[in-house]
């Protein structure tokens, strides 16, 4: 499985971006993706996620502004990301784990989105 990432770029405060991400190969029916971000010196943070069902779970930091969606029957998602804010300047990462036994995970390249002040 291979996560082709994109999207991402330079915004001011009060901006919106939207990232996708997208799979292929074959990855187990049952799975979750989300999108995580990471800053220099700091581990890497759950931005949203979304699982095959439709369940959705945000970040403190992502809930009412961003929103992940994810299309039907595809191993896609989109983050629509508005009201952006310096503080969510990042790398983003795209990230499939399936639901299988060991777990698979798996991760895309990183797209850099930059929010200027």
């Known amino acids: 499985v291979q996560l082709q990432a994109s999207g991402g770029g330079l915004v001011q405060t009060g901006g919106s971006l939207r990232l996708s991400c997208a799979a292929s190969g074959s990855a187990f029916s049952i799975n979750v993706m989300s999108w995580y971000r990471q800053t220099p010196g700091k581990q890497r943070e759950l931005v949203a996620s979304i699982t095959n069902g439709h369940n959705i779970n945000y970040s403190d930091s992502a809930k009412g502004r961003f929103t992940i969606h994810r299309e039907t029957f595809k191993n896609t998602i989109h983050l629509q990301m508005d009201s952006l804010k310096p503080e969510d300047t990042a790398v983003y990462y795209c990230?499939?784990?399936?639901?299988?036994?060991?777990?698979?995970?798996?991760w895309g390249q990183g797209t850099q989105v930059t929010v200027s002040s």
């Open positions: 990230n499939l784990r399936e639901s299988t036994t060991p777990v698979n995970e798996y």
